[in-house]
């Protein structure tokens, strides 16, 4: 038996941005449709070192993808040179059961985080929409930008860090690499100004404190709050919530995990019926998306496998086409 080993790069090469954001939509209206066997994922706190390590399997009926994730979330990574987000996928034939592939998880889970964040843009901002804000430069943040780029004409875009040096180092390398992201990117100097100017707003934090005053949201604002990934956690606060049309990945996931959801039900600021869609209804045209211009629309994803499942299916497909990876003998 023969597994083929799939490195980021040969992630990277296998499946482009703009192809991971249409896929996404499919394996979100297959998990909205019923046509996915998705378990909670199973979290295994590491709290002498203030990490989390998350089993995540799926099976997509429609497309017969099976396969599951391991990845690892540990905040202090940072401080040791090292990426605070590590992950592997295993793809497994469906109809044998047999492992086929093991690929690099980690660019992966920032490739299909935002590349749900790009769908969710695509069906809920405003077509004008071209200033995007973003709260966090880390990887995630980078592929946030990047995905929007596919989906909207983005002509600027303000960061915002904790770590101002972070910041600077993202406006650095986003610019350096060219169309569709536009050169014109800067650090924020606040919070307050990312919410005064940005049309589209994200999230990628591992904060558990609201980054951003809800009360100083334009109408027309579409926000991707894509951290937050624990009761806990909360990256955008009670006020945003209430005042936007919630759409979310799963209603399952989100209502048990996402700190942003379950912290205002908890204080009584919204109920479960506050949750508008998923974004699988969304994209089978089930539930309507943005209805005016004015609209504040919010967009919460904690992630869920038939994302990563879908998203590596198709990467080893790509992969063995053009010969990425070693296989090896097991």
Known sequence: MKLRLLTGSDVQRALPMRECIALMKTAFAQLSSGQANVPLRCQLPVPAHEGVTILMPAYLAQSDDLGAKIVSVFPNNPKHNL????AIVIVIDSSTGMPMALMDGTYLTALRTGAAAGAATDLL??????VVGIFGAGKQGRTQLEALCHVRRIARVLVFDADGAQAGRYVDEMRARGAPIPNDIHVA????EVVRQADIICTATTSTQPVFDGRMLRPGT????????????QEVDAETVRRAKVVVDSRQASLVEAGDLIIPLKQGAITEMHIHAEIGEVVLGHKPGRESDDEITYFKSVGVAVQDIAAARRVLKRASELGLGTEVEL
């Open 83 to 86: 990426p605070s987000i590590h």
């Open 125 to 130: 901002a405003r077509r004008d929409a071209n």
């Open 189 to 192: 100097a606040s919070s307050q």
């Open 222 to 233: 579409h926000i991707n709050a894509v951290g937050a990934y624990t009761p806990q956690m």
